[in-house]
């Protein structure tokens, strides 16, 4: 018999919602009914994220809007992983219909936690771990498309960016056993999945000797750990036709080995998730991310070298604190040398508790922080097309994901470099592969024909 009824949201990254699915594991394990409806619903778990204040505002505004359907409050309304680990008991105080706060390394003792809220207490586990990376669990693929499946590979991260909350919510990095992780790609395969992408914070800081944290591996056993040139091998062995990606990787952690193994197997997706932030020595000092503008550009001669073809996307944050208008002019060269087909871009949002709250003044003016985001937009824009446009006339391998959202006469999926290609429906079926005609497009999508 179902323990009670539970419904996921997630608001966050894909390591969010992988963590999501390791939570509906658990709680099926329990003997809890996942449902979409939040009238069917007991209980209701929102996980978090806190990585800008507008994310944090998204949940403030979806747990106002819990508590008009709830008005009897006989749900019980939890939060889940980086803003619940942020706050800590602080979110009970501020919104008085949360029952529990759960923190990304205490999922497993959700069941209790519930059980708390039940007999109506609260239910707080904000405890951070050394040794938690869930690598036991298989996760319940729910929001899946049923083709591409999220794999975590580590936990937590050890970078200390200065304008970043992650290291606090999610704690100091660990690497979870590779065995497991390609056991996992394994059962993904077998159940139809075609690609998985494995996740980490940093996953080129990937290192498995046995467990822990990584800054209490000792040297003698860094020496013959697995490091993520080898696990990428080992995943990319579990079928070849089992389509591998991964993210994020950090500028000064990705090695020649990685690419090389790249360039080796065609199973890996030709496609770097590579972060800038900033075009601007000064900045990247200021944001502590370890390397400069020049080293930056060389890593991306490098990884043009191995993988001539490889789509290159990044981050970018305007307004940091202190940044020039010559500063921002130097991000704007940095695209334009290197020409990203992708970028995800921010406003520099303060986040508490940062070392850059601590240390810096958020003096950018916020009409300033937009001004360069705009021109940062659409630049990017310019760029996308660049890169879209140069698939026109060739023939792309497109693994099928599902229908089209604009129109159900269409198929859509991947290249290799990630660019969404469509085409018209035929007889295929979603994780199939076919090579498709490009034919037009638009800065983001590839429009083609099935050869
Ligand atoms: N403000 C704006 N953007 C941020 N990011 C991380 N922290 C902040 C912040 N405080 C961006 C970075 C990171 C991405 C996941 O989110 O670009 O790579
Ligand atoms: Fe993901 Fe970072 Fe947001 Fe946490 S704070 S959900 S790790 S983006």
């Known amino acids: 018999m179902s323990k009670g009824t539970f419904l996921l949201e997630s608001y966050g990254c894909q390591m969010n919602i992988s963590d999501s699915e390791i939570v509906a594991a658990i709680l099926s394990d329990q003997g809890y009914t996942q449902t979409q409806e939040v009238k069917e619903a007991d209980i209701i778990l929102l996980n978090t994220c806190a990585i800008r204040e507008n994310a944090e505002q998204k949940i403030r505004w979806r747990l106002k809007e819990l ?23 602080k979110f009970l105080e501020e919104e008085q219909l949360l029952d529990i706060v759960v923190g990304p390394d205490a999922y497993r003792d959700l069941p209790n936690l519930i059980k708390i809220a039940e007999e109506g207490g609260k239910g707080v586990n904000v405890f951070l771990s050394k040794e938690e990376t869930y690598a036991d669990i298989a996760p319940v693929r729910f929001g899946s498309n049923g083709v591409s ?16 909350v992650v290291p606090f919510t999610r704690g100091r990095e660990r690497s979870r056993d590779p065995y497991t992780i390609v056991e996992e790609a394994r059962q993904a395969y077998e159940q139809g999945y ?11 800081s990937y290192i498995w000797a046995g ?13 013959q750990a697995i490091t993520f040139s080898k696990l990428l091998e ?9 389509r591998i990606r991964f993210s994020t990787s950090h500028p000064k952690d990705i090695t020649d080995d990685v690419l090389r193994v790249m360039a ?19 900045m990247l000092k200021k944001m502590n991310r370890g390397y400069t503008r020049e080293w930056y550009l060389k890593k991306i001669d490098i990884i043009r070298k191995y993988l001539p073809d490889c789509g290159i996307s990044s981050d970018i944050i305007t307004g940091f604190c202190d940044e020039t208008e010559d500063d921002h002019k130097q991000t704007l060269s940095l695209m334009e040398e290197v020409k990203f087909d992708f970028a995800y871009m921010f406003m520099y949002s303060e986040r508490p508790g940062t070392p850059a709250e601590r240390k810096f003044s958020d003096n950018v003016p916020p009409e300033v922080k ?14 996308s097309a660049y890169h879209t446009s140069k698939f026109v006339g060739k023939i792309c391998e497109v693994l099928i994901e599902g229908v089209s959202r ?37 800065s983001t999508t590839l429009v083609g024909e099935k050869i």
């Not at 080992?234 to 089992?242: H, N, T």
């Not at 705009?374 to 990017?380: C, M, P, S």
Request: glycine share 8%; with cysteine; hydrophobic share 30%.
């Open 211 to 223: 467990g822990g944290l990584k800054k209490d591996i000792p040297a003698e056993k860094r020496e």
């Open 406 to 442: 604009k129109s159900d006469k269409d198929w859509m999926g991947r290249n290799s470099q990630n660019t969404v290609v469509v085409f018209p429906k035929g007889n295929e079926t979603p994780g199939e592969y076919v090579k498709v005609k490009i034919t037009s497009c638009t």
């Open 370 to 383: 937009k001004r360069r985001l705009q021109e940062v937009i659409e630049l990017q824009q310019k760029h």
């Open 234 to 242: 080992m995943v990319a062995k579990v079928a070849p036709d089992l």
């Open 149 to 164: 499946a999220f794999i975590s590979i580590m936990r937590g991260c050890d970078n200390m960016c200065t304008f970043c």
């Open 67 to 89: 508590k008009s359907l709830d008005e009897k409050h006989n749900k019980i309304i939890g939060v889940l992983g980086c803003m619940a680990e942020r706050l800590k008991h």
């Open 264 to 282: 080796d197997y065609p199973n890996i997706c030709k496609y770097i998730h590579l972060p800038v932030q900033s075009g601007s020595s000064a």
């Open 194 to 204: 075609r690609e998985v992408t494995l996740l980490g914070q940093n996953v080129d």
